[in-house]
Structures are given as C-alpha cells and as structure tokens.
C-alpha cells in the first residue's frame, strides 16, 4: 500500500482512513431526498440535537498539560451558531454496516487493491487490500522521540470483516463500532441509510452535550467522581495497558453512560469521521453560522497519483492516553485522509430536520 504508507506520515496518531474526492461542502450541506417513511424510521434511533451556540474550539492556555497532535490545531475558539438535527445515538456498529453490505453487495476500499495505473512507482505487495492495525512493540518506545511506525503496522487482509487481520472476525462483535473504513465507505453507508456525515461543528455541538466549555462530555475532570467515562488507554502508551476500563480495542456501544443530550461514546471507543476538509488556520476564518470545514489540499504529489485530502476525525480512541493523545476531549482534533483505513476509526451519522409543512 504505497499510498498508505505514504499517507500515514501526516496523521497525528496514525489514524487514517476515508474516501472520495466529492465536495463535502455541498454533502454536509444537502437537505431533503429522505423519504417520510425512512425518515421516520431513522427518527427512532437517533438523538435530536437542538439547534443552538457555543464556542467551538480550545484556548491554547488550557491545552499547556495536554498532548496536541501537530497539525491538528484546536485554536482560536470561537462563535458557532447551529440548526437543530438528528444524531446517531452511536457509533454506526458492525450489524448496522453488515446490512448495508448484505442488501447492496458493497466492498470497502480496504478489501479492494489498489490499481497500478493509479499508483505507478507502487510495487505489487503495495498494492494489495490493506488496513492500519497496532503492533506492540518489541521493545519500549518513547512516544516522543520515536517514529509512530514503531507499534503500528499496515496488515494486508485487514476490513471491517476482520479488524485486526487475517484471524480475526467480528463474530462476536456485532454491537461494536464498525471500523478499518475510508470515508467514501462512511459516505456510502450514510447515503443508503438517508443520512449524512456530521460536519465537525455539528459534532462538537453534540459531543458537548450541553454542558458549556467543559473539557470532556461529562465535566472537566478526565474521572467523574473516580470512575472512567470512556474507553481509552490506561497506563504507558504504547508500552503497558493496564486495562483499567476492561476494553483492550473496542468495546460494545453503550458500554459507558451518554452525554447531557443522551449520545454514546463521543469519547474514546474509535475514532469519528466528520465530513470536513482539513485546512490550517481555518478556526481563524471560520463563519458563525454552520461551518462546513476548509478547502483540503492533496497530500499527493502532482503525477504521484490521485487527489488525496486531508480531513479531520474527531472523539479519540481506545489508543489514546493522557502521556499521548487525549483526542477524548470534545475540541480534540485529528488529520486523516480519503483514503486510508484503521482499527480504531469509525462513524456515526446525523439527519437534517425536515421542514414542517
């Protein structure tokens, strides 16, 4: 996988993933072409998100004990006024993607190879199906000295059938959030079910629950009253997992309680695609009112092969730690791109609100 590897350079914890070179403004920005009957439908699983303000964003002040990713700046905050929609009250799971799958015959871009005349200068083992699985390191790393390439390894075979490889399955998994896909996977899906993505100021709103300026969905202390809201890395990144919250990849939605407006998981468990382009500086220029991301540049050298944007992912994952990436935090962003898939990045879609007749 040429273009993976080479991709995989530019993200923040190594967590790449999404897929295709339509414009997400005009997606993020779509309304109607739900019909009543799936609109209604899709009403019963999902939380609705009133419209409303908030600040959008991180002072630098309060990230001075916090692990940033480069690139992935979190700053100024400012002014964002939202219209109300409907949330996925989880992660989209591995059930919810295999019926998509079953009644549409789709194939995600990781278990499909990568074309030769699409990547010239690639050689046919990079070429093949593959996805970014963690491997542990042989020996202890110092996470800010040594290359992320250290604990993760791109692993042929590797899709949302089988998370962590060749050998692995979902079997048991069926309530977990479905990941190793690429945005165009996480767009299809949400087409079929008459959604969309979230843009990334629809799902901060909604990762905050309500509760104002606060660090994480529940308050600003990591331990509410003592105990773990989410699931993420406890102990030394990427060395020793103490395993505190019981999950060593993803655990089952719902396993930790819901934000103020009774949404799951938007800390920690896998990684969310949102619909927005990465463009540095872009919280400078941003409007007020609905946002819908910057303008992405390629990452891929002209006659290197296609068009491949930079986006944002956002929520964390079970990888993430406080020496490390404390991507857990509700203004806590990531850069991704189209392409690439991992095993701790997922999705959940929103619905806009139909307009009363």
Known sequence: MYMLKKTAALLVCSSLM????????SEANSKG?????????NIKSMVFVPGGSFTMGTDPEQLKDQPVRSGAEEWPPHSVILKP??????????????????????????????????????????LVPAAFVMASPKTNVDVKSESHWSWWKLTNGANWKHPEGPGSDISDKWDHPVVNLAYEDAKAYAHWAGKRLPTEAEWEYAARGGV??????????LLLNG???????????????????????????KSFSPNGYGLYDL????????????????????????????????????????????????????????GYCTGYRVAARQLSDDI?????????????????K
């Open 18 to 25: 999404i897929g295709c070179n339509n414009n997400q403004n």
């Open 85 to 126: 929609f409907y949330m996925d009250t989880t992660e989209v799971t591995n059930a919810e993607f295999k019926a998509f799958v079953d009644e549409t015959g789709y194939v995600t871009l990781a278990e499909r190879p990568f074309k030769k005349e699409d990547y010239p200068n690639a050689k046919p083992e990079d």
């Open 267 to 322: 800390a920690g468990n896998v990684w969310e695609m949102v619909a927005d382009e990465y463009e540095k500086g872009y919280y400078s220029k941003s409007p007020i009112e609905s946002p819908t991301g910057g303008i992405g540049q390629s990452i891929v050298n002209k006659g290197e092969g296609p068009i491949v944007r930079q986006r944002i992912i956002r929520g964390g994952s079970f990888l993430c730690s406080e």
């Open 212 to 221: 104002k300026d606060a660090m994480y969905p529940w308050g600003d202390e």
């Open 340 to 356: 690439s898939a991992s095993y701790h990045t997922g999705f959940r879609c929103v619905m806009d609100v139909k307009d009363s």
């Open 33 to 41: 072409g739900v019909d009543d009957v799936k609109y209604e439908q």
């Open 227 to 253: 105990t773990i809201m989410a699931n993420y890395w406890q102990g030394d990144f990427p060395n020793t997992n103490t395993n505190e919250d019981k999950f060593l990849t993803t655990a089952p939605v």
